[in-house]
Every structure is written in structure tokens, then in C-alpha cells.
């Protein structure tokens, strides 16, 4: 079953830890903050989701039903 992996926008710091680690998932936009390149996410790529949501150090990832 695929999930939303959502950004909150507010808390994101841009730092690019996400997108540098999963780039089959996330790209960043022309000022380096984080876009989605897949969404939903598929099943294949959910645990490496899952580790982007824990790895953000300001907790700006989620991932949803
Ligand atoms: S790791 Fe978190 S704070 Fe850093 S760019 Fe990605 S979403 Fe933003």
C-alpha cells in the first residue's frame, strides 16, 4: 500500500538531508528546499520513506495513509 509523504514547509530548514539521501523520492527546487518526485509514495519505497521522516532534524516530514 503506498503512502503521502507530506513537508511541512514552516518547519523545513532546507538543509537537504532528504533529497540528498533519496533522490527517488525527493528533489530540491532552485533554492534548495525539498520537493516530492513521487506521490504517493509506493510500497518499494516506504521504509526508505520511513527513515527520511526519522532522519529530519526538524521533524518536517510525514508520512500518511
Ligand atoms: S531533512 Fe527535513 S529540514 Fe532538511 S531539507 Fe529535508 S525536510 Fe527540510
Known amino acids: ?6 513537508i511541512d ?3 523545513c ?8 539521501a533519496a533522490p527517488e523520492i525527493m528533489d530540491c527546487d ?10 504517493p509514495v509506493p ?6 520513506a520511513d527513515h527520511l521522516v526519522r532522519a ?5 516530514l510525514e508520512l500518511r495513509d
Open 1 to 6: 500500500m503506498s503512502k503521502h509523504l507530506s
Open 9 to 11: 514547509e514552516t518547519a
Open 13 to 20: 530548514a532546507g538543509h537537504g538531508i532528504c533529497y540528498g
Open 30 to 39: 532552485d533554492e534548495g528546499y525539498p520537493v516530492l518526485v513521487t506521490d
Open 43 to 48: 510500497e518499494s519505497l516506504l521504509d526508505k
Open 56 to 60: 529530519c532534524p526538524e521533524q518536517a
